[in-house]
């Protein structure tokens, strides 16, 4: 939650406005984006908003990485306050319901975003326990390794400092 959209300070700087094609507008600015969110995960997307009232035009996704050179990296499209591509939340969804004994998902919700972060994690061996294994699932979850997983596990070593330091008050 802190690496994807800093405890949910930044849902995403896109809107998507065409379902078909992928382009949508910046929300800062109003100008056009394109490849806000690959085809495939359209259906799933407008069907998670709809489920909790939301409009999925005037939602916040992430949008496409724009490298210096201006062209376009890959797709935005991620949601939520952990950032879930729509079909990976379909996914971990019903098992998040289950857990949270909710009618319905809502990666909106920090509770829900936070228990698919884990499931899926641990869908990807992170339950394992090893920082190899971590690093691995926190890789899986960006979808590629790279120095993402370096600042997850960064950021998780800081967590479980404090952790520690405020266990060692406690005794």
Known sequence: M?????????FGGCYLKNSETGEGVYIKT????????????????????????????????????VRADGSIYGYGGAMGYTQ????????????VRAYTKSSVGN?????????????????RGASIGTYTAEHEAACRY??????YANSVMSKAANIQKTIDQLEQLSN
Not at 2 to 10: K, M, R
Not at 142 to 147: E, I, R, V
């Open 2 to 10: 802190q690496q994807e959209t800093n405890f949910g300070s930044n």
């Open 30 to 65: 109003g100008k056009p984006s394109q490849r806000n969110m690959y085809p495939g995960n359209f259906d799933s997307f407008v069907k998670i908003t709809t489920q909790l009232g939301m409009n999925w035009k005037t939602t916040p996704i992430s949008c496409a990485l």
């Open 84 to 95: 879930f591509i729509p079909n990976t939340w379909m996914l971990v969804e019903a098992r």
């Open 107 to 123: 990666p909106w919700n920090p509770q829900h975003a936070v228990m698919a972060t884990a499931i899926f994690l641990q869908d």
């Open 142 to 147: 960006y979808g590629a390794c790279s120095s």
